[in-house]
């Protein structure tokens, strides 16, 4: 059996409420980078089930702001797009 490596918490409790506990679901979010708007739907999230906090993992929020990024580079304005998994 695997030691040492923590399963990835299925519900914690919510920092914000301090009351609520999270659950798996997806958030939309949105970037802004020099004069870029992305807005990014479907990304996955711990929501709280009773404030409705998102919570989203590092490496994906590090991800999108790479690809707002691109976009800004790009001379995107503003963007709508599905989140794509890694
Ligand atoms: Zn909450």
Redesign the pocket.
């Known amino acids: 059996m695997a030691a040492g490596v923590p399963a990835k918490a299925s519900t914690m409790r919510?920092v914000?409420?301090k009351?609520?506990e999270t659950r798996p679901g997806q958030a939309t979010l949105a970037f802004t980078r020099d004069g870029t708007t992305l807005v990014v739907k479907g990304v996955p999230a711990d929501i709280?089930a009773?404030?409705?906090?998102e919570y989203v993992d590092e490496a994906t929020t590090a991800r999108l702001l790479r690809t707002a990024e691109e976009a800004a580079r790009a001379g995107v304005k503003v963007d709508v797009r599905d989140y794509v998994s890694a």
């Open positions: 919510c914000i409420c009351h609520g709280c009773d404030c409705g906090e």
